[in-house]
């Protein structure tokens, strides 16, 4: 079973530009999560998709963040403009759970590793 | 909101156990673990649900205090593949979020 696939890897940007992340889950998992996680510090959920509706985004900087999951598969994470506090790993994660009050084991990507100078 | 875990650190030899704690200023539905390896993704290690439900992994276990608000992760005789830095994981019995703990970095060495 293939795993959670992330593009790019590592991304290297001037503060005020954009950047995107792109994301795609494992096959039939409903929903899907974003996360960021700074050097040294635990994963910060920034947002939840269950299917192509967002569950959770209480987290997201939504003066600069935005994410989209059409069709309910790939998903998509934008920073415009970056600062520098937004160097960091930006992991995705998906989970074959439908229900919103019980969360089911997430299966992690390899992450995006962005760096803003 | 983020729940706090203890020890932040710690190092073992091969074969002994260790205890990871999590504690959460929430009433939780729902306690995870994972373990993170250096500039690895997190990956599942355990699932514990209001009413005792436990889903888990050999080797590794885990408690669950609904009351105390608390969770805690136990590893016995350790090998040299538990190193890494391990997160619990809580959503809170009120509200949908999900939080990551502050991580417990946990060596073992030969």
């Known amino acids: 079973e293939a795993g959670v696939a992330q593009s790019p890897r590592y991304k290297i940007i001037e503060k005020r530009q954009s950047v995107a992340f792109w994301c795609n889950p494992i096959?039939?998992?409903?929903?899907l999560y974003w996360y960021q996680q700074i050097l040294g510090q635990g994963p910060k959920l920034l947002i939840q998709f269950q299917n192509n509706g967002v569950v959770d985004d209480s987290q997201l900087p939504k003066d600069r963040f935005s994410a989209e999951r059409l069709k309910g598969v790939d998903s998509t994470l934008k920073i415009q403009p970056a600062k520098l506090e937004d160097s960091a790993v930006y992991l995705c994660a998906s989970s074959p759970g439908t229900s919103r009050r019980s969360y089911n084991e997430q299966f992690f990507g390899p992450g995006t590793r962005l760096t803003v100078l | 909101q983020q729940p706090v875990q203890s020890p932040q650190a710690v190092i073992l030899r091969e074969g002994e156990d260790a205890v990871i704690n999590c504690s959460s200023s929430k009433a939780l539905y729902s306690v995870h673990w994972y373990r993170q390896k250096h500039g690895e993704a997190p990956v599942f290690l355990m699932i514990?649900?209001?009413?005792?439900e436990q889903k888990g992994h050999e080797k590794i276990s885990a408690s669950f205090n609904e009351k105390k608000q608390q969770s805690s992760l136990y590893l016995t005789a350790s090998q040299l593949s538990y190193s890494g830095t391990y997160f619990c994981?809580?959503?809170?019995?009120?509200?949908?979020?999900?939080?990551f703990g502050t991580g417990t970095s946990l060596t073992v060495i030969p």
């Open positions: 514990l649900l209001k009413g005792g």
């Open positions: 096959s039939g998992h409903a929903t």
């Open positions: 994981g809580t959503e809170s019995n009120t509200g949908n979020q999900f939080y």
